[in-house]
């Protein structure tokens, strides 16, 4: 069983920096992507950003390339994202999301979500 619970989301001025985490308390970590979404009231939830099982693979959305960073320690049984250069349009709630096997980045096809962490970008 995935459990997934994320942290590290707060105010912070454009420009900042924020790194998320998303602990799995499960045992099988390592058999899923990961993959971070987020969604800005009012709207959809969008995909952000995911790894690969081994950590190989990275993969972003257009609007956050370059920015933003992901990343596992597979050790610790957490994924991170690394949010720099932040803007107020990034302001959301970000959501941590695991999938066995990928079919896409939509939010329908991941297998297990998080409860998720506010991300506000003041300007």
């Known amino acids: 069983q995935v459990q997934l619970v994320e942290s590290g989301g707060g105010l912070v001025q454009a420009g900042g920096s924020l790194r998320l985490s998303c602990v799995d308390s499960?045992?099988?970590?390592?058999?899923?992507?990961m993959a971070w979404f987020r969604q800005a009231p009012g709207k959809e939830r969008e995909f952000v950003a995911a790894?690969?099982?081994?950590?190989?693979?990275?993969y972003y959305a257009d609007s956050v390339k370059g920015r933003f960073t992901i990343s596992r320690d597979n050790a610790k049984n957490t994924a991170y994202l690394q949010m720099d250069s932040l803007r107020p349009e990034d302001t959301a709630v970000y959501y941590c999301?695991?999938?066995?096997?990928?079919?896409?980045?939509?939010?329908?096809?991941?297998?297990?979500w998080g409860k998720g962490t506010l991300v506000t970008v003041s300007s």
């Open positions: 999301a695991a999938v066995a096997r990928y079919s896409s980045w939509h939010p329908d096809d991941m297998d297990y």
């Open positions: 499960g045992r099988s970590f390592t058999m899923y992507t």
């Open positions: 790894i690969n099982r081994s950590g190989g693979g990275t």
